[in-house]
């Protein structure tokens, strides 16, 4: 098959669902996301928060903000992004609704610990650890109140195991997967953690094989990626060298809005779009990721990495809060793992477009 590949060695298949974790977020600015921010799209409108469910990767926001450490309410409450928050349920109650009792999850993944992330722990037993990347005790612990600045609470650790991975060179830590290094985190190969930094300290990604092609001649094992925040929009990701953007573009890539109809913004407008803003038309990204990123330059270099599997035909890019998801993807209690056979890469890796259609749009115009 052609495009890029990645070496994923053996494994075994996980059992594999996306959570909605019913968290949406109104009226962030596009301009806080985005070092280049693309006119006609200022704000983010109704932006979920996946999860992956193999073990729980990531909880989203909890129903109770009084939950959380000060330094968060206090960042609400100044940005003005809490009327903009809504939860309906936590993700242990979405859990209990669907038949997985709490106490069934041995292990909440934090890719990071950012507050729409990091959900409510205390809604799960004490036997359920808590894991985090590589750097994150050294960045964040202790917690509020030993810490008043700290953005994690020392209840949520409480009578409960924090496990940091260490992905340095060693007996249990040598594995690399593509350009990241890799933790088996079942020891059977159906479940990796990556480390994808950039974005926070010990910021985590995952890989989980959804199923195995069995050594059949022309058959591959099929993967879904959770990125959690190593990008937050498609156009930080696409197009790329991988993935160049298709030509014809048409509204079968991606939904118009009814404002641009019947006038559909090709891959000539897009082009033209990109030119204009000083980059390569077809295969360099349309915005680049501003500089809250507690580390710009490795940002940029773990999306340029991670380029490769969102292009790979037998990988399904998740990031946690692509809202290109909704409509198209079955959630939590059915499973993913039948993603390719029903297209579901196909039908939303270009569908970020439509937040761009109205400025490709007046190149038509100008014409």
């Known amino acids: ?140 612990c202790p917690g509020y109140p030993a810490n008043p600045d700290s953005p994690v609470c020392e209840a949520y650790f409480a009578d409960r195991t924090l496990r940091e991975i260490n992905f340095e060179p060693g007996p249990t830590a040598n594995l690399q997967i593509g350009g990241f290094r890799a933790h088996d985190f079942f020891g059977d190969g159906s479940f990796y953690l990556l480390d994808t930094p950039g974005h926070t300290s010990g910021h985590l990604s995952a890989l989980a094989r959804t199923t195995s092609g069995g050594g059949s001649e022309g058959k591959e094992d099929t993967f879904i990626m959770m990125g959690g925040d190593l990008c937050h929009h498609g156009g930080e990701l696409r197009p790329s060298s991988h993935m160049p953007l298709p030509d014809p573009l048409t509204k079968d890539h991606y939904p118009v809005p009814a404002s641009l109809l019947p006038m559909c913004p090709g891959a000539a407008l897009f082009g033209k779009l990109n030119t204009s803003r000083g980059r390569r038309a077809t295969d360099e990204v349309f915005v680049d990721p501003a500089d809250f990123n507690e580390d710009p330059a490795a940002t940029v270099r773990t999306i340029r990495e991670a380029q490769i599997p969102d292009a790979m035909d037998n990988v399904f890019f998740v990031f946690a809060h692509d809202a290109t998801l909704q409509g198209v993807i079955d959630v939590f209690p059915k499973p993913a793992n039948d993603w390719k056979r029903r297209g579901w890469a196909e039908k939303v890796h270009w569908r970020f477009l439509k937040d761009f259609a109205p400025a490709a749009a007046k190149f038509a115009e100008a014409a």
């Open 1 to 140: 098959m052609s495009g890029p590949k990645w070496t994923i060695p053996p494994g075994a298949v996980a059992k594999v669902s996306i959570v909605d974790s019913t968290m949406r977020l109104s009226g962030l600015p596009t301009a806080m996301m985005f070092a280049n921010p693309v006119e006609g799209f200022e704000h983010f409108e109704d932006c979920p928060t996946w999860c992956l469910l193999k073990a729980v990767f990531d909880l989203g926001a909890p129903t109770d903000f009084g939950t959380y450490a000060p330094v968060y309410n206090k960042m609400m409450d100044e940005s003005g992004l809490r009327d903009g928050f809504r939860v309906e349920k936590d993700v242990s109650q979405i859990l209990q609704e669907n038949g997985v009792a709490p106490a069934e999850v041995g292990s909440i993944i934090w890719s990071h610990q950012h507050l729409d992330h990091i959900g409510n722990p205390n809604t799960f037993p004490k036997s359920t650890e808590i894991v985090v990347g590589q750097g994150f005790t050294k960045a964040y």
